[in-house]
């Protein structure tokens, strides 16, 4: 390939690799150990905050009463679009059966988990779309008990937003509790929640990495990195909407990835020549990491053509990828690695971040590779089980012996050899490896 780096990063997901191992493993043993009092002692340390833990209705009420209706309505919408979606990706998993051979019939169940834990960010952006996105999902999907876990602010509680959201997209409990400690709560079973049985959404880095360690424990959505986004652009492509979609995605953090990959030098030239001053017509938050982020993380690839630039693509196994190219058909068919993909100038990230109905919990560092984002298949169990006649299962009981057999697996052979003794008493079977 013959990819030409018009800016290169200095730095990788990988190169924050603060040691938070030992920090997260510490909190988790202590409110383990601890119980209910461990977590409101980290709760006081970190979320300074000394206020209800377990949200009541009527606290919940008061809080849905201070949302502006405008933003109800926008809440709703986006909560409505995702529901839509999420029924009809369930609708594809279906319970099945199979007569294998006559007389043996096997099957597949979709069992939904019983408890779900959401966790909702709130600390430097209140992610209203994140209680959308995971909430309603496990709702769908059947979960019978589902806590939304999000940090409250000193003195005030979780962002009112945030537990409007979460309540009418279906959580049966709103923990007021941040990073760790909220995560190891509904873990844990602390406060008299559900122990969750799968752990969903995004946050910080000590969020992630106490999912990396709980994971076998209960489920996990996926192990996330930094969010990254990535905009294939070719020479019809506006400047003006590239550079935006951009820095839309560089303010998420400061070590979040953005790349762009094109096949027209001009136009990255005029991107890159834009992007600097519509990062500083941030607010002062916003436009630090959006700075930092594009400074760093960020890449600009020329390639030859549009193949390359499908290959280019695929080999970063974006979180989320944007297609501003002709033929966008051609892209659709021809791209296989991302997380979500936004297809044309109409659509951008931004959408599916926050109203469109797709999810925006995605893979990250490139696991779009292998794996897909949150759905309502992630909260489902794929199980599966057989039954059959005495006559169905005698060829499996005479494989099922010959192959263990071979394998040294006397035992499991055995448990067919009795089974055709029994039932076929008068019949003669050659059970060995031999021949």
Request: a negative charge; hydrophobic letters at 40%; one cysteine or more.
């Amino acid at each position: 390939m013959t990819r030409e780096y018009l800016k290169k990063a200095t730095l990788t997901a990988k190169s924050d690799a603060s040691e938070v191992h030992d920090i997260v493993k510490t909190i988790l043993n202590d409110i383990e150990a601890g119980g209910d009092q461990a977590a409101l002692d980290y709760a006081a340390k970190f979320d300074k905050y000394e206020g209800s833990i377990i949200l009541s209705e009527s606290e919940i009420e008061a809080a849905c009463r201070l949302v502006p209706e405008k933003l109800k309505k926008d809440i709703q919408f986006a909560h409505d679009n995702v529901k839509r979606f999420a029924e009809i990706q369930k609708s594809t998993l279906t319970d099945i059966e199979l007569e294998v051979v006559p007389g043996v019939i096997t099957g597949q169940k979709a069992i939904p988990v019983d408890a779900a834990g959401c966790y909702v960010p709130g600390g430097r952006y209140s992610h209203i779309a994140s209680a959308i996105m995971t909430v309603t999902t496990a709702k769908v999907a059947g979960c019978d008990r589902i806590t939304a876990c999000s940090p409250p602010h000193p003195g005030v509680g979780v962002a009112p937003a945030i537990i409007y959201a979460a309540h009418i997209s279906g959580a049966d409990k709103i923990l007021a509790m941040g990073g760790v400690q909220g995560v190891a709560a509904m873990t844990f079973g602390l406060f008299g929640l559900p122990k969750a049985k799968i752990l969903v959404g995004p946050g910080n880095q000590f969020v992630a990495e106490a999912k990396r360690i709980l994971f076998g424990r209960v489920g996990i959505d996926m192990i996330a990195g930094p969010t990254d986004s990535l905009i294939l652009a070719d020479g019809s492509a506006d400047a003006h909407f590239v550079a935006t979609d951009l820095v839309s995605q560089a303010e998420h953090g400061y070590n979040s990835p953005v790349w762009l990959v094109t096949d027209d030098r001009a136009l990255a030239q005029k991107v890159m020549a834009l992007v600097p001053d519509y990062i500083n017509d941030l607010p002062d938050v916003n436009r630090e990491n959006a700075t930092a982020a594009w400074r760093d993380y960020a890449e600009v690839i020329l390639c030859a053509d549009r193949e390359e630039m499908a290959a280019t693509s695929d080999d970063y196994a974006p979180e989320h990828l944007t297609v501003q190219a002709a033929d966008i058909d051609w892209w659709l068919e021809r791209l296989t690695c991302y997380g979500s993909l936004f297809l044309g100038e109409e659509s951008t990230v931004s959408y599916g971040d926050k109203a469109a109905g797709t999810n925006h919990v995605l893979p990250t560092s490139g696991a779009a590779s292998y794996t897909g984002g949150l759905s309502v298949h992630k909260y489902m169990k794929i199980v599966t089980w057989q039954r059959g006649t005495r006559e169905g299962y005698k060829p499996v009981a005479e494989a099922t012996a010959r192959i263990a057999r071979l394998e040294g697996m006397e035992g499991h052979a055995r448990a067919a050899d009795v089974r055709l003794a029994k039932y076929f008493p008068d019949e003669e079977f050659d059970l060995t490896t031999n021949g």
